[in-house]
T-cell receptor, first 118, second 115 residues
Framework: AQTVTQSQPEMSVQEAETVTLSCTYD???????LFWYKQPPSRQMILVIR??????QNATENRFSVNFQKAAKSFSLKISDSQLGDAAMYFC???????????????FGKGTHLIIQP | GAGVSQSPRYKVTKRGQDVALRCDPI?????LYWYRQALGQGPEFLTY????????KSGLPNDRFSAERPEGSISTLTIQRTEQRDSAMYRC?????????????FGPGTRLTVL
């Protein structure tokens, strides 16, 4: 079974600064997808960014980018020019490219609570 | 358009009672997923449907938990003889198709409290 580890329960950053959230995962598969989800105080789950394992190029979405290191099984999220609205729980998630045995669902880490200081 | 909706948003029940949680996916979305999120944890996969067929229920904790999606749209997650350890946020998500790259859109969740 796959596991996702987020080793930073909480991170704090000054507004307008850059912050990096860490995520590592364990899998024996070669084909999979990785995601970062944001959960603001409203408790919604919002997709921030997605990375296909077969793509070497790191995904970017405006101020959000990832550093995907497949050999190291690492998938960190960088938030540039942090804004007050970025304050939330951030979850890293893994999904297999296969089916069955729970592979169809997302496997989430425990989350990192991001605090933005004005 | 409308997103994924869930009802009720909050449910308080007494231990031993049955509860039914409803999920209304985005119109046209083929796949529907159920997750459970305990406080301070990430969501945990429970089960998933492709149209009306339950494709994977390996994440259901025990046989008190069941789910159905009889017409391939609305789904109901039922917990029988609830226990205090069942207290959690229950989330539903839907996606256009079953392919792994399809984004799963999450509903607001149902907060279940078992007294």
């Amino acid at each position: 079974a796959q596991t996702v580890t987020q080793s930073q329960p909480e991170m704090s950053v000054q507004e307008a600064e850059t912050v990096t959230l860490s995520c590592t995962y364990d899998t024996s598969e070669s084909d999979y997808y990785l995601f970062w989800y944001k959960q603001p105080p409203s408790r919604q789950m919002i997709l921030v960014i997605r990375q296909e394992a077969y793509k070497q190029q790191n995904a970017t979405e405006n101020r959000f980018s990832v550093n995907f290191q497949k050999a190291a099984k690492s998938f960190s999220l960088k938030i540039s020019d942090s804004q007050l609205g970025d304050a939330a729980m951030y979850f890293c998630a893994y999904r297999s490219a296969n089916s069955g045995g729970g592979a169809d669902g997302l496997t989430f880490g425990k989350g990192t609570h991001l605090i933005i200081q004005p | 358009g409308a997103g994924v909706s869930q009802s009720p948003r909050y449910k308080v029940t007494k231990r031993g009672q049955d509860v039914a949680l409803r999920c209304d996916p985005i119109s046209g979305h083929v796949s529907l997923y159920w997750y459970r999120q305990a406080l301070g944890q990430g969501p945990e996969f429970l089960t998933y449907f492709n149209y009306e067929a339950q494709q994977d229920k390996s994440g259901l904790p025990n046989d008190r938990f069941s789910a159905e999606r009889p017409e391939g749209s609305i789904s109901t997650l039922t917990i029988q003889r609830t226990e205090q350890r069942d207290s959690a946020m229950y989330r539903c998500a839907s996606s256009l198709g079953t392919a792994s790259y399809n984004e799963q859109f999450f509903g607001p969740g149902t907060r279940l409290t078992v007294l």
